[in-house]
């Protein structure tokens, strides 16, 4: 009986670990980072954004219009640009599954896309750097938990659109690999073409479904 319940004692103790997420990023000084943003007209578009943070929110605003040589919408993004080459910038979560937002869009903006590391895929565009996944804040208005599968990320996608070329689960070639996963060093928020006004509230970008013993 005495075995019974260590046995069960130590299921539930892994199956804790395994429910548990890693805090990858937040505004509340729990895992604080240094975020820039950056806009097309750098590539010669007119998109506008800005990032601020506010009441423990960070809140990426601004307005996607057409590059005017590309007749098509451009980008706005934020992202971490933390500079720490000898120091680990972000948890290991190679033993998790998916990341998840905790966001709020006041509109229905289809544009939305979230990126990690800084990979680039073989033969890739020449300014697509990075894992990124399409992503749809929910509800206008309302708080909402995005959870993005790891296996829906991609590197190899179009530098002018966004949109995934292959994905990851046409050819693990273009899957996050353990490298970004151990320290992805980067991540960001883009709205990217897809033309419209963007007002994204982001409290938390956390790791989920990790099973690893390591997880606290």
């Known amino acids: 009986?005495?075995?019974?319940?260590?046995?069960?004692?130590?299921?539930?103790?892994?199956?804790?670990?395994?429910?548990?997420?890693i805090l990858l990023a937040s505004f509340d000084g729990k895992?604080?980072?240094?975020?820039?943003?950056?806009?097309?007209?750098?590539?010669?578009?007119?998109?506008?954004?800005?990032?601020?943070?506010?009441?423990?929110?960070?809140?990426?605003?601004?307005?996607?219009?057409?590059?005017?040589?590309?007749?098509?919408?451009?980008?706005?993004?934020?992202?971490?640009?933390d500079?720490?080459?000898?120091?680990?910038?972000?948890p290991d979560i190679s033993a998790c599954k998916s990341i998840k937002l905790e966001v709020k869009s006041d509109s229905d903006y289809k544009g939305y896309r979230f990126s990690i590391g800084n990979a680039h895929a073989p033969g890739g565009k020449f300014f697509a750097y990075g894992y990124k996944s399409n992503f749809n804040a929910g509800a206008p208005g309302q708080w909402t938990t995005?959870?993005?599968?790891?296996?829906?990320?991609?590197?190899?996608?179009?530098?002018?659109?966004?949109?995934?070329?292959?994905?990851?689960?046409?050819n693990k070639i273009y899957c996050p690999d353990v490298k970004t996963l151990q320290d992805m060093r980067t991540m960001g928020f883009w709205a990217e073409g897809v033309?419209?006004?963007?007002?994204?509230?982001?409290?938390?970008?956390?790791?989920?479904?990790?099973?690893?013993d390591m997880v606290v």
């Open 83 to 90: 500079m720490k080459p000898f120091t680990r910038i972000f």
């Open 31 to 81: 895992a604080s980072h240094q975020w820039k943003q950056m806009n097309d007209p750098v590539m010669g578009g007119k998109s506008t954004g800005t990032f601020s943070v506010a009441n423990n929110v960070g809140i990426f605003d601004g307005e996607v219009v057409d590059v005017p040589f590309l007749k098509a919408p451009g980008f706005i993004k934020t992202s971490v640009v």
């Open 146 to 170: 995005v959870t993005l599968p790891l296996s829906g990320f991609t590197d190899y996608w179009d530098d002018a659109t966004g949109e995934a070329i292959k994905t990851c689960q046409e």
């Open 195 to 212: 033309a419209g006004k963007v007002h994204l509230e982001i409290k938390s970008v956390m790791a989920t479904d990790c099973t690893s």
């Open 1 to 21: 009986m005495a075995r019974f319940v260590v046995v069960a004692i130590a299921l539930a103790a892994r199956g804790a670990a395994a429910a548990a997420d």
